[in-house]
């Protein structure tokens, strides 16, 4: 086996790129060889935790396409969100806190994915079943992925698992759960410098829904008002990308991580968003309350409003 | 959540009917309901590692269909392989050694899946992860499983870890693992009492290789001549289950365990047989040097060839 490349999914977020450095020192840690790359850019709140871990990104992939034949996969399982090439490289490994679909391999390999709320409290097991020590800008990293996937432990997809390997990593990390959390979020809830277009494209995932290609980025704010004011732009880019990457729904989530709603600006077959959360679209908008995450909250209902 | 369900492949080999015990047992011994349960006949083997340990066999599923809605999956992800109604339930886990395919689910779940020799080397990791003591009939059986999915300790499946973990499990069992693998083997490789058809189809399992249902069965052998004396009657049974199912390919892998050579005979699209192996199949058989393993040294060239 040549050097293992470790990746998150394309648009990365925190959990993405500090899983694949945080997997790759552990591999290294046991004497194996391991390269931490990523499929896109990085956004502010992780480079606001890369900065103040003192830690480099990632390399970043050339077109998305892996350039080693030994994979690990971190955060992510489904193709469509992975390498564009991952159909010819061997995976030897699955991170993960996903549902799985849309993965397969040829061979045996190491999977390991838990209910949780972040790779990083996978990635803690891990260690620990390694002993291998943890270290402090390691412990930051795996800390702000925590802060990050759960909004500062208050997700509905946090765990007590999550809490407490969150409140180990703060002692080694030696920060405030909350004072550095809510530095982090604040950071990568501002809209500065961001176009319509990063907006719409902010942690965008494409998911397969009963034959349906279905397209939902998120965007946390702490004020909707300010982003909202882009709709015009926002509904534009949205047509832009459906014309373009023939999506039969795009659904852009602001989510208010002061108040745990999010607004949806949406087009396509918006009558599925409709039944999905029991709401009615109007003018390409709704509100969803106390709805916070993707994945718990998001996909599920909207998996059933296309199966049904 | 209703009490977990428990259960292994279609076709139980003995990794699958102690694997599904083991894990229940492990779920109950950390306070949790759980229920091993099989989708089919217990083998000879399989009997002889029960009555050892005096352990009492799963209770049969009518059907295959599952009757509980939460369920876990072991030795198996592959639907085609599961419960015939597992799409319409709740699996929430997996815990396995073989590649993943045909598999996804609606939600997060646990998963482990670990690159060795067979099911119980990964449960007991998660034994020592709960620290939950191994009894000795436990530790019997999970011996048995490794026994069993590795002939004794021989298959190129097997791992470092695999032989580390039989060695602790013959420990706590108080058994010599020679002595009663030997024997244990011998016993499910005896067909006194089998049928054509039992033995045509003996841990039958289907796997869809781009586009094509390929139905592979193995039969352990101490003596491949008393088997290919019914060489007539298995060739007319395989051509009987390729019209009722309609495989593509049916191949009955007889492995003579004494030398570690497996003798196939196959119908249906036999030209792929020849090109994954380079052999030429001639009345429906072929001798498929050092060749033991379904998983490793059987299905992965298969899939080239089908692929090319
Ligand atoms: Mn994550
Ligand atoms: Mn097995």
Same mark, same amino acid.
């Given at each position: 086996?040549?050097?293992?490349?470790?990746?998150?999914?394309?648009?990365?977020?925190?959990?993405?790129?500090?899983?694949?450095?945080?997997?790759?020192?552990?591999?290294?840690?046991?004497?194996?060889?391991?390269?931490?790359?990523?499929?896109?850019?990085?956004?502010?709140?992780?480079?606001?935790?890369?900065?103040?871990?003192?830690?480099?990104?990632?390399?970043?992939?050339?077109?998305?396409?892996?350039?080693?034949?030994?994979?690990?996969?971190?955060?992510?399982?489904?193709?469509?969100?992975?390498?564009?090439?991952?159909?010819?490289?061997?995976?030897?490994?699955? $991170?993960?806190?996903?549902?799985?679909?849309?993965?397969?391999?040829?061979?045996?390999?190491?999977?390991?994915?838990?209910?949780?709320?972040?790779?990083?409290?996978?990635?803690?097991?891990?260690?620990?079943?390694?002993?291998?020590?943890?270290?402090?800008?390691?412990?930051?990293?795996?800390?702000?992925? $925590?802060?990050?996937?759960?909004?500062?432990?208050? +997700?509905?997809?946090?765990?007590?698992?999550?809490?407490?390997?969150?409140?180990?990593?703060?002692?080694?990390?030696?920060?405030?759960?909350?004072?550095?959390?809510?530095?982090?979020?604040?950071?990568?809830?501002?809209?500065?410098?961001?176009?319509?277009?990063?907006?719409?494209?902010?942690?965008?995932?494409?998911?397969?829904?009963?034959?349906?290609?279905?397209?939902?980025?998120?965007?946390?704010?702490?004020?909707?008002?300010?982003?909202?004011?882009?709709?015009?732009?926002?509904?534009?880019?949205?047509?832009?990308?459906?014309?373009?990457?023939?999506?039969?729904?795009?659904?852009?989530?602001?989510?208010?991580?002061?108040?745990?709603? +999010?607004?949806?600006?949406?087009?396509?077959?918006?009558?599925?968003?409709?039944?999905?959360?029991?709401?009615?679209?109007?003018?390409?908008?709704?509100?969803?309350?106390?709805?916070?995450?993707?994945?718990?909250?998001?996909?599920?209902?909207?998996?059933?409003?296309?199966?049904?």
């Amino acid at each position: 086996m040549t050097k293992l490349l470790v990746f998150g999914h394309q648009s990365p977020d925190t959990d993405t790129i500090t899983s694949a450095i945080v997997y790759s020192h552990l591999k290294q840690s046991i004497g194996e060889e391991a390269e931490a790359v990523r499929l896109g850019e990085i956004n502010q709140e992780t480079q606001y935790a890369l900065d103040y871990f003192e830690v480099e990104a990632p390399r970043l992939l050339e077109d998305m396409k892996a350039d080693h034949q030994d994979v690990v996969l971190v955060d992510h399982n489904e193709f469509q969100q992975s390498a564009v090439n991952i159909k010819e490289l061997t995976i030897h490994g699955v $991170i993960d806190h996903h549902r799985v679909s849309n993965f397969e391999t040829e061979g045996p390999l190491y999977m390991r994915i838990e209910p949780v709320g972040c790779t990083a409290t996978v990635l803690y097991t891990i260690y620990k079943e390694h002993q291998v020590e943890i270290p402090q800008h390691i412990a930051g990293l795996m800390l702000s992925a $925590i802060i990050s996937d759960t909004l500062l432990l208050k +997700s509905p997809t946090c765990t007590e698992r999550d809490i407490e390997v969150a409140n180990q990593l703060a002692k080694i990390a030696d920060v405030d759960i909350n004072t550095y959390g809510f530095e982090m979020l604040k950071k990568g809830a501002s809209i500065d410098g961001m176009s319509a277009a990063d907006i719409v494209g902010n942690d965008a995932k494409s998911f397969e829904l009963n034959g349906h290609t279905v397209r939902i980025a998120q965007i946390n704010t702490v004020d909707p008002v300010e982003i909202l004011a882009l709709k015009d732009d926002l509904l534009q880019n949205i047509d832009e990308r459906i014309e373009r990457d023939n999506y039969d729904l795009y659904m852009l989530v602001i989510t208010n991580i002061l108040d745990n709603d +999010s607004i949806v600006l949406t087009k396509g077959l918006t009558d599925k968003v409709d039944a999905a959360f029991d709401v009615k679209v109007e003018d390409s908008e709704a509100l969803l309350k106390d709805v916070v995450s993707r994945k718990k909250q998001i996909v599920p209902p909207l998996t059933n409003a296309f199966n049904a």
